[in-house]
């Protein structure tokens, strides 16, 4: 066979099949929606009768009722169509309670239980019938919206010309939304360590007290983001100017923390670690689901710096070394020279 007669067999079995499918919806969609009906129906019908029972019993309460023709038909024809019912009720079940005939009571409290349960199972048909009904309709639109298996070479050109327009969009999108920022790492040293031994709310409200000491540094030295594990933060700068100031006023703030508030029998030592780079970054973002390689190495810097000092990679310190008093440190992290700084003694 020849492609042309291939490709118009498989147009045809796909058409035949998209017939047979929406066939089948239709059918169901009339199923559903024809018990659904039929259910809701026969509910309104048993509300009906149970008002008119309703009415008829408050009727009978009156002595002038043959007075009145109309009103009086009301409650004979339902004495009539009653009386079989509470019959059979009175010979199957047991309608006798405490010397007082409930077949009535009984009877009405079926007739409303029916009614809930028609109309709960008719509601759901009728549902159903309405998700068919808008799956068609969806089916209809995908059908009319997607190529068919014929497209021709200039329909796949123009296709993979959109892509790339939409991937150009996208990526440039992106570099918006690319920012240069410092990161710092800061955790404390043998933190496990720290509270062996002593009596863990005096330990937990010494720690408690430390993270408050860090986040006001951090405040106050403009922190954009950060995202604290149990002992360490990971927080985001605007530049590298404010990450080292932070890390230099926690490192000096330790001094008077462990001489005035902790009360554990250790003080508290911290590393630090900053590095600095354009990652992706906007304000939705939170610290903690941030990813980047720039973030990374700032907590390597941390891992392997001094104990009371602060780490940083070459590349961002270098043009702020006449305002730091930063020093080789002769060693390298992720394949970047370190510098570090340490309090004067």
């Known amino acids: 066979m020849t492609d042309s007669k291939i490709k118009a067999t498989d147009s045809g079995r796909a058409s035949t099949a998209a017939w047979l499918e929406q066939v089948g919806l239709g059918a169901r969609i009339i199923g559903f929606g024809s018990v659904g009906f039929i259910f809701r129906l026969i509910r309104k019908a048993l509300l009906a009768c149970f ?21 009086h038909k009301i ?59 808008g799956w068609r309709e969806t089916l209809k639109e995908a059908r009319h919206s997607t190529p068919g298996t014929g497209s021709s070479q200039a329909e796949v050109k123009l296709n993979r010309k959109d892509l790339l327009e939409i991937y150009a969009k996208t990526k440039k999108s992106l570099e918006e939304h690319k920012v240069h920022m410092a990161f710092l790492s800061i955790d404390v040293v043998n933190s496990t360590g720290m509270k062996a ?52 006023g926690v490192v000096t703030g330790l ?32 610290m903690a689901e941030m990813t980047d390689m720039v973030i990374d190495i700032a907590g390597h810097m941390q891992k392997y710096g001094c104990v009371n ?34 309090p004067e003694a």
Request: proline share 5%; aromatic share 12%.
């Open 309 to 342: 000092g602060v780490a940083i990679s070459k590349r961002a310190i270098e043009p702020l070394l006449g305002e730091f008093r930063f020093t080789d440190a002769a060693r390298l992290v992720d394949g970047l020279p370190v510098y570090e700084w340490k």
């Open 75 to 133: 409650v004979v024809y339902e004495q009539r169509v009653e009386a079989p019912i509470l019959g059979a009720l009175r010979r199957n079940w047991p309608t006798n309670f405490r010397g007082s005939d409930i077949s009535r009571v009984m009877l009405f409290g079926a007739v409303c239980l029916l009614a809930v349960l028609f109309g709960v199972v008719g509601a759901g048909f009728t549902q159903q019938a309405a998700h068919l009904r």
């Open 51 to 71: 008002f008119i029972a309703i009415i008829a019993t408050g009727l009978t309460c009156f002595r002038d009722l043959p007075k009145y023709p109309f009103f």
């Open 197 to 248: 031994g002593e009596e863990p709310g005096i330990a937990e409200r010494d720690f408690r007290h430390y993270k408050r000491m860090v986040v006001k540094v951090l405040t106050e030295n403009k922190a954009l983001k950060s995202a604290w594990t149990p002992d360490g933060v990971m927080a985001g700068f605007g530049s590298v100017r404010e990450a080292v100031r932070a890390a230099q």
């Open 255 to 286: 001094t008077q923390f462990n001489r005035e508030v902790k009360a554990i029998k250790c003080d508290f030592a911290i590393r630090a670690g900053i590095n600095a780079g354009e990652v992706f970054c906007d304000d939705a973002t939170p």
